[in-house]
């Protein structure tokens, strides 16, 4: 595994291009940050936003349903407007796209931080140090994920902003198999030549995890990370399903799922919007992954014949 | 062997404990006041008093979690006011909104949930595994590419979008099963099966991708090993190389799976329980903390613990016995 200096970062871009797929779901990460930063422009555009009542266009006589074709498609409402309360969908939609990666990077930034910080003090510091931190980690992975951010949105006083406390919450929770992996990788490097060089010219604890541990073990760091992203969005939107995560009216993907299996008639896009959303971004984000694991280890990757890529790569 | 089983199941109790230790701390360490909180909104001031003085809060916490062991182990009293209520042995406490006992209630709602896992997991080794050693063995083929594109389509599909697209297809167009309602199992055997089937289904599909993945990178790891390559020079059989002798040596990865993600699994029975109104222990944990019921949480997040740390244990165990080196280390 190198270290990614210029050029390790050059390979690496040159390996993730030789994969079709990694590329094309590169494409769609970005096209969908892009459609999340740019929320506010576009529904600039259309002339909506995402939180404001339309009593008018439901007919509440039939209990909310959207009045018009297509629940309520027009040019004023691209994808039509949401049952009972006639908000716009579109809006909606690409609102909730911020909420979804925000909270699921904010989310993978904290597990990653955590993790690394404990994986690195559990490979340097001494046998009980050790010891302690890998129990601690041992009992952190034992924990299911989703119960327990469950349980703990119960408690946390609900005047806390809700999507940046959903991060705080999987991120505290989720950081376990991180912490194991740095701490493996750490270990195998402190036993390297370059390491013991180091020491024997005294540098001190901390400058050679900086200097000389980090690089090294930031390719199975980025690699796993890439693969928790995902994980993260389907947490946060479960949560937001369960009702327990982000609360209207701020829109999440998971929270405009909830009620929508009422609706699948009158206004099916009202929930086929949301999944597709939903799947699109998981399916994209599980892809560029696999190809960020192909990228930084190409070796494991040709063993399995995991890459996606039908072209191998000329000269490595 | 004996030896490594004693050290798991006290590895798996220390587990047990630390996770008991961490949950208690952090829900009556809570920044908001721990009585009125577990009392209800709805509690007087006199009512939170009283469950103050029942908790013990006056007392420093670990007197307060010792009491919480006590309980667990040679059950507790509680004065509910007016009357005692006594609470049996393996007492996780009362719930203050409901005034039932948390273990009754926990008890009450596990077949539900048992019935939903187990019968899930029984589909979702099948599917993966199966589905990861054809396309192991059609590799390069038409088949393996469909199955991959499949694997990875369930992999990105959370669980409640395909329950709810399954039960709104199956349910609700073509009608082909009503909508699901729990009939437990001594009362009518076929019911219950016929009512978990979509539930079963939601939850299987997705776990089984995840083992698919996994069973296919591993069979194709084992191919590839020199003991493979001797059988298949000794003149063994396509099939029999794949099935009987790629397989068993493909099989202890997906083992550590089914216990990794045994976890997951419960998260994800949660949602399939919510989305479908299975009344099991998923279901009654949602509702608990929508209304902060404190010692119902505290109860079910340790409950669930137990599980996971148990197929963590089971798990190792079979993992040994595939693989005897495992003793050794």
Known sequence: MSAPGASGARQFWRRLRTQRAALVAAVVVALLVLVALAAPLLTAIEGQDPTTYHPSLVDSARGGVPIGSFGGVSADHWLGVEPQTGRDLFARLVYGARVSLGVALAATVVQVAIGVVVGVAAALGSRLVDQLLSRFTDVIVAMPLMIMALALLAIVPSSFPRPVLVALVIGLIGWGSIAKIVRAQTLTLKGLDYVAAARLSGWG??????????????????????????????????LSFLGVGVKPPTPSWGQMLTAADVWYQAAPQYLLLPAGALFVTVLALTVLGDGVRTALDPRAASRLRVGTGRKREAKA | MTGFLARRVLGAVITLLAISVIVYVVFYVTPGNVAQITCGPRCSPAQVQQVAGQLHLGDPLYARYWDFLQGLVAGQDYS??????????????????????????????????????????????????????????????????????????????????????????????????????????????????????????????????????????????????????????????????????????????????????????????????????????????????????????????????????????????????????????
């Open chain 2, 80 to 329: 509910t006011g007016t009357s005692v209520q006594h609470c049996s042995a393996p007492c996780l406490g009362l719930s203050y909104q409901s005034d039932q006992q948390v273990t009754a209630l926990i008890l009450a709602k596990l077949p539900v949930s048992l019935s939903l896992v187990f019968g899930a997991m029984v589909l979702w080794l099948i599917l993966g595994v199966g589905t990861g050693v054809l396309s192991a063995w059609r590799r390069g083929r038409l088949t393996e590419r469909l199955l991959t594109g499949i694997t990875l389509a369930g992999v990105a599909t959370p669980v409640f979008v395909i329950g709810l697209l399954l039960m709104i297809v199956v349910c609700g167009q073509l009608q082909l099963l009503p909508f699901p309602q729990y009939v437990a199992f001594t009362d009518d055997p076929e019911q219950w099966a016929w009512n978990l089937l979509l539930p079963w289904l939601s939850l299987a599909l997705i776990e089984a991708a995840a083992f698919a993945r996994l069973t296919r990178a591993s069979m194709l790891e084992t191919l590839a090993e020199d003991h493979i390559r001797t059988f298949r020079a000794y003149g063994v059989g396509e099939r029999s190389v794949i099935g009987r002798h790629a397989l068993r040596g493909a099989l202890a990865p997906v083992i550590a799976l089914n216990a990794n993600n045994f976890g997951s699994a419960v998260g994800g029975a949660v949602l399939t329980e919510t989305l479908f109104g299975l009344p099991g222990i998923g279901q009654e944990l949602v509702h608990a903390v929508k209304v902060v019921d404190l010692p119902v949480v505290v109860g079910m997040v340790l409950v669930i613990g137990f599980f996971v740390v148990v197929a963590n244990a089971v798990a190792d165990l079979l993992y040994a016995v595939a693989d005897r080196r495992v003793v050794l280390a």
């Open chain 1, 205 to 238: 604890t901390w400058r050679i995890a900086r200097r000389e541990l980090l690089p090294g073990i930031a390719a199975p760091v980025i690699t796993y990370a890439a693969l928790l992203v995902p994980v993260d969005i389907t947490v946060e939107a479960a």
